[in-house]
């Protein structure tokens, strides 16, 4: 099980929203690149970073930051938020970055996500982020009726690296990870899931390597990592006791 410390970009700046509210925002730090590189030292093997306004622009707005963290920590980085075009999934692969994410294009433009799964196998991740089981696209902004196996059977055929799967209504929340849920998604879909939304501390990654056998190799954790309530070394202690490949 994989621990990936997760980095919001807003304003240039390191934050974590609750429930994705644009409107709950707390400012973590002004330097992006050391708060990669703080969770490098910790023993960090891949980051997760998001481009908060680029998800709701439909377009990139911290591409320079995103490359600062790939150069500065040398890790394997995930990027999601306002990928749309090829143009984008292309800029950001050859900067660097080691996978893409894709989310309201998978409702919006299911042929460009099938043929960035094809143009670059291994590189593209889904994401799909739900509240009440339905997926929110549009930096969440905006609720569909679809279901989150819904969605990600759709492309099982195009082989993503991986699906990350964010219950919104934990998101921030530090209420625990939606294991339930997660791990029916892994198994509707034969998808390799990383979990997102909820970590609270240390029981989560114990009670996620439960259902590492179902196919979710990793967890994204945020705001527990910022207020100290889980450590990152510990929480990649606990997780190497589990088997399934790191993708």
Not at 95 to 103: K, N, P, T
């Amino acid at each position: 099980m994989i621990i990936i410390p997760a980095i919001d970009l807003k304003e240039g700046r390191c934050v974590r929203l609750v429930q994705g509210d644009f409107g709950r925002e707390t400012v973590y730090g002004d330097d992006p690149v050391a708060a990669a590189c703080v969770w490098k030292e910790q023993g960090a093997e891949r980051l997760h970073v998001v481009d908060l306004e680029g998800s709701l622009a439909g377009v990139p707005r911290h591409e320079a930051v995103v490359r600062a963290i790939v150069a500065g920590t040398g890790l394997p980085v995930q990027v999601g938020g306002g990928i749309r075009t090829m143009q984008t999934v292309e800029a950001y692969l050859l900067s660097g970055v080691r996978w893409v994410i894709i989310g309201t294009a998978a409702l919006r433009d299911p042929g460009f996500v099938r043929d960035a799964c094809r143009e670059f196998p291994g590189q593209v991740i889904l994401g799909i982020d739900a509240v009440g089981g339905r997926v929110a696209v549009q930096g969440w902004t905006e609720k569909t009726g679809e279901t989150a196996a819904a969605v990600a059977q759709r492309f099982a055929g195009d082989g993503p690296a991986a699906l990350i799967y964010t219950d919104i209504a934990r998101d921030g929340m530090q209420v625990g990870v939606n294991i339930e849920g997660t791990g029916e998604l892994a198994e509707a879909t034969g998808i390799p899931v990383i979990a997102s939304g909820g970590v609270a501390g240390l029981r989560d990654i114990e009670r996620l390597l439960e259902i590492e056998r179902k196919g979710v190799f990793g967890v994204i954790a945020g705001k527990a990592l910022y207020t100290g309530a889980l450590s990152l070394a510990e929480a990649i202690a606990c997780g190497k006791g589990g088997s399934f490949p790191k993708r």
